[in-house]
């Protein structure tokens, strides 16, 4: 039963250039959450998908746009990339109608913006 | 913003000890979960409790709810070198359609 898998593992980046990181999700989930995670802080919350659609969304600006597939894996893009988006980015996958929204997360991309 | 704040930041224990973490929280919850992050890499889920519930046990690993002080600790019992990592505490609100957040983390280093 494979886990959470997240792609690409690192990316390096320059200012102003668009990013997209890609996510499946844990056998039998249906819900992915994206995060931001800088240096030596808990995870932020982005924003969560479900059915395709954006459900949920965090603290960040209209550069974070997501996508959900109809097999619920799910994208992250980030335009006009900015130095301060230098951080672990963590999908995490979920069961919609869970109680008690158990969450599995990836291994994470490292995205370097210089 | 963060939700959840651990208490101690940084905790530096002898293998064989026992770590004790404290998270506290601001808003009313339905259940809060305790993760490892090892080395800046993905998040471990450890344990849930429940808001109805006191304490959790799971292996070496107890957790305590306090919803009146809207509080948690995470013990570790005998500690061993493999447990340094970070712990974080979150929250959430009610179900899968409630986002879950994260505290601002203790770093646990266990000196063998």
């Known amino acids: 039963d494979a886990g959470v898998t997240q792609s690409p593992t690192h990316l390096i980046k320059t200012r102003g250039q668009q990013v997209t990181l890609r996510c499946s999700p844990k056998s039998g989930h249906d819900t992915v959450s994206w995060y931001q995670q800088a240096l030596g802080q808990g995870p932020q919350f982005i924003f969560q998908y479900y059915e395709e659609e954006e459900r949920q969304r965090g603290n960040f600006p209209d550069r974070f746009s997501g996508h959900q597939f109809p097999n619920y894996s799910s994208e992250l893009n980030v335009n006009a990339l900015l130095l301060g988006d230098s951080a672990l980015y963590l999908c995490a996958s979920s069961l919609y109608r869970s109680s008690y929204n158990e969450q599995f997360f990836g291994p994470g991309t490292r995205l370097t913006v210089l | 913003s963060q939700q959840g704040e651990e208490d101690p930041q940084a905790l530096s224990i002898q293998e064989g000890e026992n770590a004790t973490m404290n998270c506290s929280y601001k808003?009313?919850?339905?259940?809060l979960q305790w993760y490892r992050q090892n080395s800046g890499r993905g998040l471990v889920h450890l344990i849930l409790i429940r808001s109805n519930e006191r304490e959790k046990h799971s292996g070496r690993l107890r957790v305590t709810l306090d919803t009146s002080k809207k509080s948690s600790s995470l013990l570790i019992t005998a500690s061993r070198a493999a447990d340094t990592a970070s712990y974080f505490c979150a929250t959430a609100l009610s179900g899968g359609y409630q986002k879950v957040t994260f505290g601002t983390g203790t770093k646990l280093q266990v000196i063998p």
């Open positions: 808003t009313s919850i339905n259940n």
